[in-house]
């Protein structure tokens, strides 16, 4: 089981910058994936970045080139860097991870989330 502890949300006026943290249970080497997801009211949830257990990082087109997706392997932490932030950011943030792999009983394909965060960018 992991469990995700979200953190950092909170008010920002348009072109500020806010970092959210998102805690793990286990190692982030264990975690095949870890995403950030957002959903604005009346909208479905969507991908805003996620980071693969080798680094690989990718983003929503919407969010490229001010957002960033970072880790510390020795905090078990992943973060979300938000720049240049518009009032379109304002959503619930939520993190995730995906774990994937096998046992003598089967082969597993898990997702976790957070409890989410509020982000509002306003004047």
């Known amino acids: 089981q992991v469990q995700l502890a979200e953190s950092g949300g909170g008010l920002a006026q348009p072109g500020g910058s806010l970092r959210l943290s998102c805690a793990t249970s286990?190692?982030?080497?264990?975690?095949?994936?870890m995403g950030w997801y957002r959903q604005a009211p009346g909208k479905e949830r969507e991908l805003v970045a996620t980071?693969?257990?080798?680094?690989?990082?990718n983003y929503a087109d919407s969010v490229k080139g001010r957002f960033t997706i970072s880790r510390d392997i020795a905090k078990n932490t992943v973060y979300l860097q938000m720049n240049s932030l518009k009032p379109e950011d304002t959503a619930v943030y939520y993190c995730?991870?995906?774990?994937?792999?096998?046992?003598?009983?089967?082969?597993?394909?898990?997702?976790?989330w957070g409890q989410g965060t509020q982000v509002t960018v306003s004047s």
């Open positions: 286990v190692s982030i080497f264990r975690i095949n994936v």
């Open positions: 995730n991870a995906r774990r994937r792999g096998a046992t003598m009983e089967g082969s597993y394909d898990h997702e976790y």
């Open positions: 980071l693969g257990s080798g680094g690989l990082t």
